[in-house]
C-alpha cells in the first residue's frame, strides 16, 4: 500500500503574489472549485489579514469548497492568526497556517529578531492557532538557509505545541536537490517528535530546482507538496503541480507514495489559472503546454505510430488534454450552454449575468464555426470584466493599416458613462489604438509586457492578449480575448488601466507589520 503524498495548492495564495496575478474573489472561488475537482488535499486560499479583499476571498472560498481543506496563511501575530481563524471558520475542513523566518539573514536584517525571540513567537503561534482548530501547519520561512540546530529545536517546539504539519520552505530557490533531500532526511532523524507531524515542503523555482527539489524531499520522507498550477508564482514561481503530480504517477517504480489526484482535470486547471491571471502557459511547458504531446520529427512520429509508448511516457488523455469541442452554435439552446458551462464548473450569480454571457457567446457563433471550451473559459473571464469595476470601456475601435503609410486608430471611449472619442497615429495598429486611448485617460502608465496568444487552433481563433502595466510601483496585468487582436489588445489595455484605478490595500504576506 503506497503513502499518500498531500497536494497542497497554494495557486491562490503564492501564486497571486506573482506581479499582475491578482485574482478577484470570484476569480478565486472558481479556480478553487476545479482544484476540488481535481481532488486536491489542500487549497491555501489566501492571506486573510492581507487585506478585508483578502479576507472575504479566503471566506468565500471556504463556504464554496466542501471536499478539501481551505487553508488561510498567517504570521506570528494575534491579528493575523486570530484573522485566518475568521476567514476559514465556514470551511467544511479549516487549517491555519503560521510562518516566521529561521534563517540568520532574515531574523538578523527583516525581523530585527534574536534566535530565542522566534523560537518564542513561533510556538506562541501555534499554541494560538491550536485555539481555532485541531488543523495547524507551521513553516520556518528561509529553512534552506537556516542552521540546522536551531531548525531542529524550531521544529521540536512547534509539533510539541500541537503543528501537525511542519513545511520546510526553500523560500528563495537556492538549495540544490541533493542538499535539500538530505535536509528532509536529517530533520526527521534528529527532531524527536518528527513522527507526529507530516513533514511538507514548498519549494521555489529561481534555479528552476523548484521540482526537483520538492522530489527528492518526497524520496526522503515528505509527504506532503506545496505547489501552484502552472508554477505561477512570484519571481519565478512555485514547484509545478502538474509537474509533480505526474512524475509521482509515471514513476510508480522509483516513488513509495501516490496522489489521491484526478489527474483529468490537470489541463481545464492550467487553462483556467492562465486564463484568469493572463499568464500564459508556455508552448513546450511539461504536461501543460500546447507542444507537450506533439511530434515533429518524422522519427517520432512514425514510433508514436506503431507504438504510443515509443515516444510518449503518459497518456494525453490521462492530464485532461482531449478534442473537448462543445457541438454548441448560434442555434443551440440556453439550456444545453448552461450545462456545459457547469461542466466545466462554471456557475452564475443572477440571470442577468447567465443571459450577458450567452448573448456573448452567440455573437462569437457568428464570427467562428467551432467554439471550445477555451473560448467558453475566455468568454466568461471577459464577462467578469465587464460587470467588475470597469471606469473605462472600449465603445468604438477603428484602425487604418496599409502598406507605406502610418496606422491610424479612431477610438470611442465611454469614461464614467461618458463617451470621448478620440484617434492618434503609431508605429503600428495596436500601438496607435493604444496611444488613442491614452490621449483620453492620461493614465502616466510604463507598458511592461505586451503579449499575444492563440486560445485555440485555426484562423479563427480568439486571440488572447496580455498587457502589463506599471505606475508609482503598482504593477497589473490586463487581459483581453477577441478574434480581432486589436480589439482584443485595446480589451486588454482597458482592463489593465481598470485594475489600477482601482483601490488596493493588499500587502505582501512577508511584510512584517506591528502586532
Known sequence: MKDHLIIFDTTLRDGEQSPGASMTRDEKVRIAKVLERMRVDVIEAGFPAASNGDFESVQAVARAVTESTVCGLARTTEVDIDRAAEAVRPAQRGRIHTFIATSPIHMQNKLRLTPEEVLERAVWAVQRARNHTDDVEFSPEDAGRSEIDFLCRVLEAVIRAGARTVNIPDTVGYTMPHQFGELIRVLRERVPNSDQAVFSVHCHNDLGLAVANSLSAVLNGARQDECTINGLGERAGNASLEEIAMAVRTRRDVFPCDTRLDTTHIVPASRLVSNITGFPVQPNKAIVGANAFAHESGIHQDGVIKMRETYEIMRAEDVGWSANRIVLGKHSGRNAFRQRLKELGIEFKSNFEFNSAFDRFKELADKKHDIFDEDLQAL????????????????????????????????????????????????????????????????????????????????????????????????????????????????????????????????????????
Open 380 to 515: 466568461v473571464t471577459e464577462e467578469g470584466l465587464e460587470h467588475g469595476n470597469e471606469r473605462y470601456r472600449l465603445a468604438a475601435l477603428k484602425v487604418c493599416s496599409q502598406t507605406g503609410t502610418t496606422p491610424l486608430a479612431e477610438v470611442t471611449i465611454v469614461v464614467d458613462g461618458v463617451e470621448h472619442p478620440a484617434r492618434a497615429p503609431g508605429s503600428g495598429p495596436v500601438d496607435a489604438a493604444f496611444k488613442a486611448i491614452d490621449s483620453v485617460v492620461q493614465s502616466g502608465t510604463q507598458l511592461q509586457l505586451y503579449s499575444v496568444n492563440n486560445i485555440t487552433s485555426g484562423t479563427d481563433s480568439q486571440g488572447e492578449v496580455t498587457v502589463r502595466l506599471e505606475k508609482g510601483g503598482r504593477i497589473v496585468n490586463g487581459h483581453g480575448a477577441d478574434t480581432d487582436i486589436v480589439i482584443a489588445s485595446a480589451k486588454a489595455y482597458l482592463n489593465a488601466l481598470n485594475k489600477l484605478i482601482a483601490p488596493s490595500v493588499r500587502t505582501h504576506p512577508q511584510v512584517e507589520q506591528p502586532v
